[in-house]
């Protein structure tokens, strides 16, 4: 029988606040962008109960925001990769990880800069088209929250700052970033498949 | 047998007495959360003063419809009209609460520090930046709308303000991650939700509604601020309208408004078992009911965005109207159940305890927001028809003078935690008294002037007995309600005056003041006055009860 007395004390468990503000800041994060798709979809069923057309027939296809929704998708699959990795204190994967989901960020960005382009749409020019711009618009801010979030992660990852049992911001990046995959599900049905 | 459930203990040194380095720079780079939370407070109170001033102002006008037109126009009064109402609920109650919760939640969960310091402290700043910019941006003319015509500075004036309540709902919001984050992860080692005590459970609930709602009404004010800075013109400042207000209005009536007075029964719950000398006698009827009160607050559906301009005769609106006044009434049941019990031990100490301030003003609150529940549940009686009446101002200046009271009662109370200081007793009495007095004037004249069709905007063009929204019954009677109500509002001025006094002469005192001198039966209390940085000189027991102070006494032998 192994003797314990003697044996240093135990690790002090640390609370997991990140990873609860986190759940609580994408609690927010969503009313918010609940509120904005809401007064879309009102808007559009009015336009639509009055007879007018909503977007130009032909103008927003369907490609380069199903380009988004798969690339996000693979994000989720990176973003977890990183999480993983750093349970496994498999730091070289985790920093693969994060750097890609990071990439994936950059480039659905680019994707949907060019998509905004190729409509041709202004602000000012009607309501539908405002509000093209204004929820697109939103699910930007929070992409690029979620980018400097993980980017944040990576350096702080490569700053030798988690491990094993110190996996709670990378998680709490995760949690975010999932967030945000959920938004543009939202938006890719909303605006872009059912217009 | 390892020790595995650990508190958890932040990586700052316990208790260690720091330096005490005040001034400006102190201000700008603290992490303390009690130097944080009393930035919140001065913000609070200074905003309290500015908000029932403009109250007065706002009243007199109404009062006498032959008098000269203190606004010199409509569009003037209708800008202080609004500034009051979102004054009132997000730079004074909001703020006031957030300021006690960052100072007291941390230690009544025995945590060092409140969750991210960094973002407390950098919220407070980000609040003051807001509500400058929100002040001065309707000085300038700016406001959430305009009824007579928007003339270009105006536009950016508005546009000024939609940014400065944007800045401030944000600031707002991260507080409240802070706060909510503190309770939820850092709790101490056996304090379990039900053992939370009450005020903290209450900041929890609140904090979670406002983060539920709060960005609700940040998406609106995206949505105009776009729209006025480029867009189609659809949503709101069109010339000539209160479009904007017409939009952001929920946040300032039934049931949202109810969410920033969730605290009033937290720190009812909370000081009715130290004046009764025993512990709470409903203590978990409490949680549940503090938890109620939070879900029929949830106001964020109520927008006319969403529900069209008929929402009041919507039955969830009825339902929520007609029940929210249920957690309130089993609330103050449950501390008058604990009060009633108090063990007086023939020292008096029990009968000194109900007349302090912090129990006058915790009653008081209580007894306003009761009040307010009970004015909303009849504007909810669609036979009667109240909506758009001033029953809607009463229901507000009810429920949100209820909170102010709260806070105060929570200030005096806390005192010795917020500032190692007593407040003046006498002063305090008088100061509650007196707020007490003035919002039940200026909330039972609003009430009685729904009644007679007097509507919520009360604004009458110079010279003109007209009104502008509606054709009130009895004119008479309702200037008659009007003074009162004047009278109420200088009352509130009189006592917020008070307030600050007290707090000024308090500021002057060297009294040295002990740890506990009230009998408090939760982990602040274990604190020095003031307590030092990391306040706790070591990490508190296990907690086995929402009452641990009175664990240790019980185990000491000293109280059966």
């Given at each position: 029988?192994?003797?314990?007395?003697?044996?240093?004390?135990?690790?002090?468990?640390?609370?997991?606040?990140?990873?609860?503000?986190?759940?609580?800041?994408?609690?927010?994060?969503?009313?918010?962008?609940?509120?904005?798709?809401?007064?879309?979809?009102?808007?559009?069923?009015?336009?639509?109960?009055?007879?007018?057309?909503?977007?130009?027939?032909?103008?927003?296809?369907?490609?380069?925001?199903?380009?988004?929704?798969?690339?996000?998708?693979?994000?989720?699959?990176?973003?977890?990769?990183?999480?993983?990795?750093?349970?496994?204190?498999?730091?070289?994967?985790?920093?693969?990880?994060?750097?890609?989901?990071?990439?994936?960020?950059?480039?659905?960005?680019?994707?949907?800069?060019?998509?905004?382009?190729?409509?041709?749409?202004?602000?000012?020019?009607?309501?539908?088209?405002?509000?093209?711009?204004?929820?697109?618009?939103?699910?930007?801010?929070?992409?690029?929250?979620?980018?400097?979030?993980?980017?944040?992660?990576?350096?702080?990852?490569?700053?030798?700052?988690?491990?094993?049992?110190?996996?709670?911001?990378?998680?709490?990046?995760?949690?975010?970033?999932?967030?945000?995959?959920?938004?543009?599900?939202?938006?890719?049905?909303?605006?872009?498949?059912?217009? | 047998?390892?020790?595995?459930?650990?508190?958890?203990?932040?990586?700052?040194?316990l208790a260690?007495?720091?330096?005490?380095?005040?001034?400006?720079?102190?201000?700008?780079?603290?992490?303390?959360h009690k130097?944080?939370?009393?930035?919140?407070?001065?913000?609070?109170?200074?905003?309290?003063?500015?908000?029932?001033?403009?109250?007065?102002?706002?009243?007199?006008?109404?009062?006498?419809?032959?008098?000269?037109?203190?606004?010199?126009?409509?569009?003037?009064?209708?800008?202080?009209?609004?500034?009051?109402?979102?004054?009132?609920?997000?730079?004074?109650?909001?703020?006031?609460?957030?300021?006690?919760?960052?100072?007291?939640?941390p230690m009544?969960?025995g945590a060092t520090n409140?969750?991210?310091?960094?973002?407390?402290?950098?919220?407070?700043?980000?609040?003051?930046?807001?509500?400058?910019?929100?002040?001065?941006?309707?000085?300038?003319?700016?406001?959430?709308?305009?009824?007579?015509?928007?003339?270009?500075?105006?536009?950016?004036?508005?546009?000024?303000?939609?940014?400065?309540?944007?800045?401030?709902?944000?600031?707002?919001?991260?507080?409240?991650?802070?706060?909510?984050?503190?309770?939820?992860?850092?709790?101490?080692?056996?304090?379990?939700?039900?053992?939370?005590?009450?005020?903290?459970?209450?900041?929890?609930?609140?904090?979670?509604?406002?983060?539920?709602?709060?960005?609700?009404?940040?998406?609106?004010?995206?949505?105009?601020?776009?729209?006025?800075?480029?867009?189609?013109?659809?949503?709101?400042?069109?010339?000539?309208?209160?479009?904007?207000?017409?939009?952001?209005?929920?946040?300032?009536?039934?049931?949202?408004?109810?969410?920033?007075?969730?605290?009033?029964?937290?720190?009812?719950?909370?000081?009715?078992?130290?004046?009764?000398?025993?512990?709470?006698?409903?203590?978990?009827?409490?949680?549940?009911?503090?938890?109620?009160?939070?879900?029929?607050?949830?106001?964020?559906?109520?927008?006319?965005?969403?529900?069209?301009?008929?929402?009041?005769?919507?039955?969830?609106?009825?339902?929520?109207?007609?029940?929210?006044?249920?957690?309130?009434?089993?609330?103050?049941?449950?501390?008058?159940?604990?009060?009633?019990?108090?063990?007086?031990?023939?020292?008096?100490?029990?009968?000194?305890?109900?007349?302090?301030?912090?129990?006058?003003?915790?009653?008081?609150?209580?007894?306003?927001?009761?009040?307010?529940?009970?004015?909303?549940?009849?504007?909810?009686?669609?036979?009667?028809?109240?909506?758009?009446?001033?029953?809607?101002?009463?229901?507000?200046?009810?429920?949100?003078?209820?909170?102010?009271?709260?806070?105060?009662?929570?200030?005096?109370?806390?005192?010795?935690?917020?500032?190692?200081?007593?407040?003046?007793?006498?002063?305090?009495?008088?100061?509650?008294?007196?707020?007490?007095?003035?919002?039940?004037?200026?909330?039972?004249?609003?009430?009685?002037?729904?009644?007679?069709?007097?509507?919520?905007?009360?604004?009458?063009?110079?010279?003109?007995?007209?009104?502008?929204?509606?054709?009130?019954?009895?004119?008479?009677?309702?200037?008659?309600?009007?003074?009162?109500?004047?009278?109420?509002?200088?009352?509130?001025?009189?006592?917020?005056?008070?307030?600050?006094?007290?707090?000024?002469?308090?500021?002057?005192?060297?009294?040295?003041?002990?740890?506990?001198?009230?009998?408090?039966?939760?982990?602040e209390?274990?604190t020095?006055?003031?307590p030092s940085s990391g306040n706790f000189s070591?990490?508190?027991?296990?907690?086995?009860?929402?009452?641990?102070?009175?664990?240790?006494?019980?185990?000491?032998?000293?109280?059966?």
């Open positions: 029988m192994v003797a314990t007395t003697g044996l240093p004390a135990p690790e002090v468990t640390r609370p997991r606040s990140l990873l609860v503000g986190t759940m609580f800041a994408c609690a927010a994060a969503l009313m918010f962008f609940f509120a904005v798709t809401g007064i879309y979809i009102l808007e559009r069923a009015a336009a639509r109960d009055a007879g007018s057309e909503w977007f130009p027939e032909g103008v927003i296809e369907l490609g380069p925001s199903g380009f988004i929704f798969w690339t996000l998708i693979l994000s989720i699959f990176t973003i977890q990769w990183a999480v993983q990795a750093i349970n496994a204190d498999d730091r070289v994967n985790a920093y693969v990880a994060l750097l890609l989901t990071g990439l994936f960020g950059a480039a659905i960005f680019n994707q949907l800069w060019f998509i905004i382009n190729d409509t041709g749409f202004a602000m000012a020019a009607d309501n539908a088209q405002f509000l093209f711009f204004f929820v697109n618009g939103t699910f930007i801010v929070f992409l690029i929250a979620a980018v400097v979030f993980v980017a944040f992660t990576f350096i702080r990852a490569m700053a030798g700052q988690f491990g094993p049992r110190r996996a709670e911001a990378v998680s709490s990046a995760a949690l975010f970033w999932n967030t945000v995959v959920f938004m543009w599900s939202i938006v890719y049905y909303l605006i872009y498949i059912t217009k | 047998m390892t020790m595995t459930d650990s508190p958890p203990v932040a990586e700052t040194a260690a007495a720091s330096p005490r380095v005040v001034g400006l720079f102190d201000a700008l780079t603290t992490t303390d130097r944080i939370g009393r930035l919140w407070l001065r913000s609070g109170v200074l905003a309290l003063l500015a908000a029932t001033i403009v109250g007065v102002v706002l009243t007199v006008e109404n009062s006498n419809s032959s008098a000269d037109d203190l606004f010199g126009g409509v569009n003037n009064y209708f800008q202080y009209f609004s500034a009051y109402r979102f004054g009132l609920v997000l730079l004074v109650v909001a703020p006031l609460f957030v300021g006690l919760a960052t100072v007291v939640v009544q969960v409140i969750a991210f310091p960094r973002a407390a402290h950098g919220a407070v700043w980000l609040f003051m930046i807001g509500a400058g910019i929100t002040v001065v941006s309707v000085v300038a003319g700016g406001g959430w709308g305009a009824l007579d015509g928007v003339s270009s500075g105006e536009r950016d004036a508005i546009a000024l303000t939609l940014v400065g309540t944007a800045l401030v709902i944000v600031s707002l919001l991260a507080a409240s991650i802070c706060i909510a984050t503190t309770v939820v992860s850092l709790r101490t080692a056996g304090m379990n939700l039900l053992r939370v005590p009450l005020f903290a459970w209450s900041m929890l609930v609140a904090t979670s509604v406002w983060l539920l709602t709060l960005p609700i009404a940040l998406g609106n004010l995206a949505l105009i601020y776009f729209d006025l800075r480029g867009g189609p013109g659809e949503y709101g400042v069109a010339e000539g309208s209160s479009d904007i207000y017409t939009q952001l209005g929920w946040l300032v009536e039934q049931p949202q408004v109810y969410a920033f007075a969730i605290p009033v029964l937290g720190v009812l719950g909370q000081i009715a078992p130290v004046v009764a000398r025993r512990r709470h006698a409903q203590h978990t009827a409490a949680v549940i009911l503090i938890g109620l009160f939070g879900l029929l607050s949830v106001g964020g559906w109520s927008q006319p965005a969403f529900q069209g301009a008929n929402y009041d005769e919507k039955f969830i609106f009825i339902v929520f109207g007609l029940f929210a006044v249920l957690p309130v009434l089993g609330s103050i049941g449950a501390a008058t159940d604990t009060i009633a019990k108090r063990s007086d031990d023939g020292d008096g100490a029990g009968i000194s305890g109900l007349l302090s301030v912090y129990s006058l003003g915790a009653i008081g609150a209580g007894l306003l927001l009761l009040a307010g529940t009970v004015a909303g549940l009849a504007r909810v009686i669609q036979p009667w028809d109240l909506g758009g009446r001033t029953t809607t101002t009463a229901v507000m200046n009810l429920v949100l003078y209820g909170a102010v009271v709260a806070a105060i009662a929570g200030i005096w109370f806390w005192a010795p935690k917020i500032s190692g200081r007593h407040l003046p007793v006498m002063m305090g009495r008088l100061v509650l008294f007196d707020l007490v007095a003035g919002a039940v004037l200026l909330g039972a004249a609003d009430f009685v002037s729904g009644f007679l069709e007097a509507p919520a905007f009360g604004y009458q063009v110079a010279g003109s007995t007209a009104p502008l929204m509606a054709v009130p019954s009895d004119q008479n009677l309702i200037e008659v309600m009007n003074v009162v109500a004047a009278v109420g509002a200088v009352l509130i001025v009189l006592g917020v005056l008070g307030v600050v006094a007290a707090l000024a002469k308090a500021a002057r005192s060297d009294e040295s003041v002990e740890d506990n001198p009230y009998g408090g039966q939760t982990l209390w274990t020095s006055s003031p070591e990490p508190p027991e296990r907690v086995v009860s929402e009452a641990p102070l009175l664990d240790t006494v019980s185990e000491n032998g000293e109280e059966a």
